[in-house]
């Protein structure tokens, strides 16, 4: 394991390399604390450091893995440090009780924020956040009897059992909850909780498919690195004694987000450099105070569009240039003693009987967008091993009836299910925790990701696991969990030594292939494709029929959505055309094929008439 795992984004670790960051971590605070001993202010700008560091921790977590841009840290920094003083000064709590409440305040207000507002997505979030921000700016410079107003208030010091933190104390309080922070984080993401990050990140209606249910995961990130903030705020306020709105205002935001962008966001290294960056820059722009935002509005552009990848990120760049070699994914993370043979990974859902496995059944389904009838009182029956074919021209309203079944879009009316399984008006991620995976017209692959990591991300439900066992990722479920995603790669016909390859770096006809294997590792009832051959040259069709006639034998019953009429006629049992949202004929692929509405429909009347004569 090298240095430079650190540096790779979505590359954690390990357990050695989490204890042995501990340690050396451990060992950076006592010889910084020895070394400062005597210098008070280098020893304030050594825990200021720290705090910033964890802060830009927390917000890369946020918006590094998980993609949630957010410029509302500063608020909950400054709930944290408001709330801990008023409980404290005002309320006559005791400080370690005042920072709980205060982590339960700011939690609270993150979560009646989250609800609502993470609903959104993109600009439309972050901007949400700017206004959280200015909202509890404002507030704090109005409410004075609270706050203090523009002149803020003294900060109480830490007291517990009659010991008061001073200044050395907060800097072994910022370093430890750094620390913890830094393995936590650490050992989350190097397992199914940091796919499932990475996948909601890189493709969120994607990640849904696979049973992830993304609107909690966004709820539950969102929070919990509120609550981090929050602390970062009390200590912050702790270190300098006072909290003022100056201290918390919209710039902060923006320079959290600027120590995660220069940092690296996505990299586990990168918050810690970017911490360093921000308090040592204002520390040597000191002499420029009156220009500090420009200067770091030129720093934070020159970030973006030169060097879009961090400190942490074009590092490893440069150096893979330097040695004229390309960056591979194992190089971060091997798991070549977790492949299998590919046997046996085709297979129903493990809890269910072949012979029990039931039809997908679809009736009357219907979608009108405004004046357009997409889809018009749709009737059709996926079998358990069988392949079903839907069909049409372009337009016909194919794709809208896969995306209702899968819940990607909600139906005007009809209802479809599976034996007692109603799927009617459920979301994509519980569909899909019933059995039913897709996949997708344009492959939908977490690109940073090896190919191994994106097949296990389609066992992310299966493979749950207690509570707290996710901080121990590396245990016989998750090694379990690994070799099946071999296993399910071998078996679609995916050559071994292409495992640890990033994603983004496949063919079109294997990156399609790891879908197919992604959506098998679940040990699905029914796999339903959309346009699976486009684009593919012959010999990748070919491998796809015989994936695709591999689980028909299995019993995964299998529904295809394609133009690619030689693919469809070759592996389909029964095809259901449609033509401008309604059904115009259902049947084998030989009667399909000699239908004259079908020809029509495909070819126009003239057509029709030319074969008649």
Same mark, same amino acid.
């Given at each position: 394991?090298?240095?430079?795992?650190?540096?790779?984004?979505?590359?954690?670790?390990?357990?050695?390399?989490?204890?042995?960051?501990?340690?050396?971590?451990?060992?950076?605070?006592?010889?910084?604390?020895?070394?400062?001993?005597?210098?008070?202010?280098?020893?304030?700008?050594?825990?200021?450091?720290?705090?910033?560091?964890?802060?830009?921790?927390?917000?890369?977590?946020?918006?590094?893995?998980?993609?949630?841009?957010?410029?509302?840290?500063?608020?909950?920094?400054?709930?944290?440090?408001?709330?801990?003083?008023?409980?404290?000064?005002?309320?006559?709590?005791?400080?370690?009780?005042?920072?709980?409440?205060?982590?339960?305040?700011?939690?609270?207000?993150?979560?009646?924020? %989250?609800?609502?507002?993470?609903?959104?997505?993109?600009?439309?979030?972050?901007?949400?956040?700017?206004?959280?921000?200015?909202?509890?700016?404002?507030?704090?410079?109005?409410?004075?009897?609270?706050?203090?107003?523009?002149?803020?208030?003294?900060?109480?010091?830490?007291?517990?059992?009659?010991?008061?933190?001073?200044?050395?104390?907060?800097?072994?309080?910022?370093?430890?909850?750094?620390?913890?922070?830094?393995?936590?984080?650490?050992?989350?993401?190097?397992?199914?909780?940091?796919?499932?990050?990475?996948?909601?990140?890189?493709?969120?209606?994607?990640?849904?498919?696979?049973?992830?249910?993304?609107?909690?995961?966004?709820?539950?990130?969102?929070?919990?690195?509120?609550?981090?903030?929050?602390?970062?705020?009390?200590? &912050?306020?702790?270190?300098?004694?006072?909290?003022?709105?100056?201290?918390?205002?919209?710039?902060?935001?923006?320079?959290?987000?600027?120590?995660?962008?220069?940092?690296?966001?996505?990299?586990?290294?990168?918050?810690?450099?970017?911490?360093?960056?921000?308090?040592?820059?204002?520390?040597?722009?000191?002499?420029?105070?009156?220009?500090?935002?420009?200067?770091? %509005?030129?720093?934070?552009?020159?970030?973006?569009?030169?060097?879009?990848?961090?400190?942490?990120?074009?590092?490893?760049?440069?150096?893979?240039?330097?040695?004229?070699?390309?960056?591979?994914?194992?190089?971060?993370?091997?798991?070549?003693?977790?492949? @299998?043979?590919?046997?046996?990974?085709?297979?129903?859902?493990?809890?269910?009987?072949?012979?029990?496995?039931?039809?997908?059944?679809?009736?009357?389904?219907?979608?009108?967008?405004?004046?357009?009838? @997409?889809? %018009?009182?749709?009737?059709?029956?996926?079998?358990?091993?069988?392949?079903?074919?839907?069909?049409?021209?372009?337009?016909?309203?194919?794709?809208?009836?896969?995306?209702?079944?899968?819940?990607?879009?909600? @139906?005007?009316?009809?209802?479809?299910?599976?034996?007692?399984?109603?799927?009617?008006?459920?979301?994509?991620?519980?569909?899909?925790?019933?059995?039913?995976?897709?996949?997708?017209?344009?492959? #939908?692959?977490?690109?940073? &990701?090896?190919?191994?990591?994106?097949?296990?991300?389609? #066992?992310?439900?299966?493979?749950?696991?207690?509570?707290?066992?996710?901080?121990?990722?590396?245990?016989?479920?998750?090694?379990?969990?690994?070799?099946?995603?071999?296993?399910?790669?071998?078996?679609?016909?995916?050559?071994?030594?292409?495992?640890?390859?990033?994603?983004?770096?496949?063919?079109?006809?294997?990156?399609?292939?790891?879908?197919?294997?992604?959506?098998?590792?679940?040990?699905?009832?029914?796999?339903?494709?959309?346009?699976?051959?486009?684009?593919?040259?012959?010999?990748?069709?070919?491998?796809?029929?015989?994936?695709?006639?591999?689980?028909?034998?299995?019993?995964?019953?299998?529904?295809?959505?394609?133009?690619?009429?030689?693919?469809?006629?070759?592996?389909?049992?029964?095809?259901?055309?449609?033509?401008?949202?309604?059904?115009?004929?259902?049947?084998?692929?030989?009667?399909?094929?000699?239908?004259?509405?079908?020809?029509?429909?495909?070819?126009?009347?003239?057509?029709?008439? @030319?074969?008649?004569?």
């Amino acid at each position: 394991m090298t240095p430079a795992v650190l540096l790779r984004p979505g590359r954690t670790l390990g357990w050695w390399g989490v204890f042995r960051s501990g340690v050396i971590g451990a060992a950076v605070l006592i010889v910084l604390n020895v070394g400062l001993a005597g210098d008070g202010y280098q020893l304030y700008l050594v825990t200021s450091c720290l705090i910033w560091a964890t802060l830009a921790l927390s917000l890369n977590v946020l918006f590094g893995m998980t993609g949630q841009l957010s410029l509302g840290h500063a608020a909950f920094m400054a709930v944290g440090a408001y709330a801990y003083t008023i409980l404290v000064n005002d309320a006559g709590w005791a400080p370690l009780i005042g920072v709980l409440g205060a982590v339960g305040c700011s939690s609270f207000i993150a979560l009646a924020f %989250a609800l609502p507002i993470l609903r959104l997505r993109h600009h439309y979030l972050a901007l949400a956040t700017v206004a959280l921000s200015l909202i509890v700016y404002s507030l704090a410079n109005n409410l004075i009897d609270l706050t203090g107003g523009p002149n803020g208030r003294l900060v109480p010091q830490l007291e517990v059992a009659g010991w008061t933190a001073g200044p050395g104390d907060v800097f072994w309080i910022a370093g430890t909850f750094l620390i913890v922070c830094f393995v936590c984080v650490s050992l989350l993401a190097d397992g199914r909780i940091g796919r499932g990050w990475l996948m909601v990140r890189d493709q969120q209606d994607a990640a849904a498919g696979q049973g992830i249910n993304t609107y909690l995961v966004r709820v539950s990130v969102f929070v919990a690195t509120a609550a981090v903030a929050s602390i970062g705020g009390i200590l &912050l306020a702790m270190t300098a004694r006072f909290a003022s709105p100056e201290n918390f205002s919209i710039l902060t935001s923006v320079e959290v987000l600027m120590a995660v962008l220069v940092g690296g966001a996505g990299r586990l290294l990168g918050p810690l450099i970017g911490g360093i960056f921000v308090v040592y820059a204002h520390e040597l722009t000191g002499p420029l105070a009156d220009y500090d935002e420009f200067i770091f %509005a030129v720093i934070l552009f020159v970030t973006v569009v030169f060097m879009p990848a961090g400190v942490a990120g074009s590092v490893p760049d440069l150096v893979a240039r330097v040695r004229r070699r390309p960056i591979k994914a194992s190089e971060s993370r091997a798991h070549d003693d977790l492949t @299998a043979e590919g046997d046996d990974v085709i297979a129903v859902r493990r809890d269910e009987p072949l012979d029990v496995v039931q039809a997908l059944q679809v009736t009357g389904l219907s979608k009108r967008f405004n004046g357009l009838q @997409a889809v %018009a009182d749709l009737d059709m029956t996926v079998p358990a091993g069988q392949v079903t074919a839907l069909i049409g021209p372009n337009g016909a309203g194919k794709s809208t009836a896969f995306k209702m079944i899968t819940g990607s879009v909600r @139906a005007d009316s009809g209802s479809w299910r599976v034996g007692d399984d109603d799927l009617t008006g459920r979301r994509a991620h519980a569909i899909a925790r019933l059995g039913l995976r897709q996949t997708y017209q344009t492959p #939908a692959l977490a690109p940073t &990701l090896s190919v191994l990591e994106n097949v296990a991300i389609g #066992a992310y439900w299966t493979d749950r696991r207690p509570r707290g066992a996710d901080l121990a990722p590396h245990g016989a479920r998750e090694r379990d969990v690994l070799r099946r995603a071999s296993a399910a790669c071998l078996r679609v016909g995916l050559d071994r030594e292409i495992l640890q390859r990033s994603a983004g770096s496949l063919t079109l006809g294997n990156q399609r292939l790891v879908e197919v294997a992604r959506a098998l590792v679940s040990g699905p009832r029914f796999v339903l494709m959309d346009e699976p051959g486009a684009n593919l040259n012959l010999e990748e069709k070919e491998r796809l029929a015989t994936v695709i006639q591999d689980m028909k034998l299995a019993g995964i019953g299998v529904l295809l959505v394609d133009h690619e009429m030689r693919l469809v006629m070759t592996v389909a049992d029964r095809v259901y055309v449609v033509n401008q949202g309604r059904l115009i004929c259902s049947g084998t692929p030989e009667v399909v094929q000699r239908d004259p509405v079908v020809i029509e429909a495909y070819l126009g009347r003239e057509a029709v008439r @030319a074969e008649s004569h």
